[in-house]
């Protein structure tokens, strides 16, 4: 399985303000994903980061408030722009193995809290 | 529409077994995925299923019936250490895991 960091691991933010979060593989990936998963919720996928081009985003995300990038096949980051209250909560980067099962794993994530 | 139902809370006893359902409706089926995650950790794979049957996985096992729309994960000698949230998942037609809300597996002495 692949080795996956995040960082920050944690952060207090002040409303308005952006945050960058970064998310390094140890081995090149095909597929790479940005979640939310707000206190006591499910994952939500946020969008799926591809490299060399736009992301695809899901429904009810967009760019300008989330931009990514992924520059390369190991690295990605996701920003969560002018952030207010609602935004609180973790973010999860996960690879896809691309194999049979093509399950996924997960990076550490990262506690965003906005006051 | 793509739907993953598994009861919100379940309370077991250690030593014990607990079974937790998940019940889905997807178009076109690519396999099953338990995850386990602890609180305020991430989540860490634990099983896929992809055929009919018991898939066993020292004391963790999943169960998958296509024909249902039913898989349960079984772990049986129930440790403190296992309490934790249960999340199933579905690869929908691009290969994006649906999440199913997750079950708090409560663990008692």
């Known amino acids: 399985s692949a080795v996956i960091s995040q960082k920050p691991s944690r952060d207090i933010c002040q409303r308005g303000t952006s945050l960058t979060i970064q998310c390094q593989v140890d081995?090149?990936?095909?597929?790479m994903f940005w979640y939310r998963q707000q206190p006591g919720q499910s994952l939500t996928l946020i969008a799926t980061a591809n490299q060399g081009s736009e992301a695809t985003y899901e429904s009810g995300f967009v760019i300008d408030k989330f931009p990514i990038s992924r520059p390369n096949l190991t690295f990605s980051t996701l920003t969560v722009s002018n952030m207010s209250p609602e935004d609180s909560s973790i973010y999860l980067c996960s690879v896809g193995t691309g194999g049979d099962h093509n399950e996924q794993f997960f990076g550490p994530g990262t506690r965003l809290t906005v006051l | 529409g793509q739907n993953i139902d598994q009861p919100t809370e379940m309370t077991a006893t250690e030593g014990a077994i607990v079974q937790i359902n998940c019940t889905y409706q997807?178009?076109?089926?690519?396999?099953l995925f338990w995850y386990q995650q602890h609180a305020g950790e991430a989540p860490t794979f634990l099983s896929y299923n992809v055929l009919d049957g018991l898939e066993e996985k020292g004391r963790f096992s999943s169960f998958l019936s296509r024909s249902k729309g039913y898989s349960y994960l079984l772990l049986k000698e129930l440790q403190m250490k296992d309490s934790a949230s249960y999340l199933c998942?579905?690869?929908?037609?691009?290969?994006?895991?649906?999440w199913g809300a997750g079950t708090k597996l409560i663990i008692k002495p």
């Open positions: 081995s090149q990936v095909t597929m």
């Open positions: 997807t178009s076109g089926f690519n396999g």
């Open positions: 998942a579905v690869p929908d037609s691009n290969y994006q895991l649906i």
